[in-house]
């Protein structure tokens, strides 16, 4: 009887252990295959951008992401304002493996290019660049809360650091 229930136990254990590996296993490629999944839908928050004259302002935004079903393409639009700055950010990312490339427009200054980078679980990188402007972009998703910052040394808009709550709908 000893012996059976010791068996017993060990396949219990050796079952819930094999699962515990196989879950972890799973999910990091899986995040990384599908960076945009949880992206979808209604954000809006607060922050601060910094101004080349070294100018600090309280900034509001709103974002709007569309992930494709498959989770790998992505449309956004990010749009903020603060006294006497704002902007109108759109663009569309496709992920490969990790490797993060789009393009992009800032529709009230008319400037666009590309952007590359990558994403890696609940973080994404890029770097986006045209003819007369350059950024990083640093964005990061713990469930319905997200930070972004935007840092542009030598742009009127040097440095943009917001954080954003998904609206339920």
């Not at 012996?3 to 254990?13: E, G, H, N, Q, S």
């Amino acid at each position: 009887m000893l012996l059976r229930l010791k068996k017993a136990c060990i396949a219990v254990v050796t079952g819930a252990a094999s699962l515990v590996v196989l879950s972890l296993l799973a999910f990091p490629g899986h995040a990384q295959q599908r960076p945009f999944a949880n992206l979808s839908g209604s954000w809006s928050g607060s922050g601060r951008i910094t101004l080349s004259n070294e100018t600090r302002e309280s900034i509001r935004c709103r974002a709007t992401y569309d992930a494709h079903a498959d989770g790998n393409h992505l449309q956004l639009a990010l749009r903020c304002a603060s006294d006497s700055y704002n902007f109108e950010f759109r663009g569309n990312a496709i992920n490969s493996d990790g490797d993060i490339t789009g393009n992009w427009s800032e529709t009230t200054r008319h400037i666009a290019g590309q952007f590359t980078g990558r994403a890696n679980d609940n973080h994404i990188d890029v770097r986006f660049e045209g003819q007369t402007f350059a950024a990083l972009l640093a964005l990061t998703t713990h469930g319905n809360r997200q930070s972004i910052s935007i840092r542009s040394p030598g742009s009127e808009m040097s440095e943009v650091t917001i954080v954003l709550s998904r609206r339920l709908q």
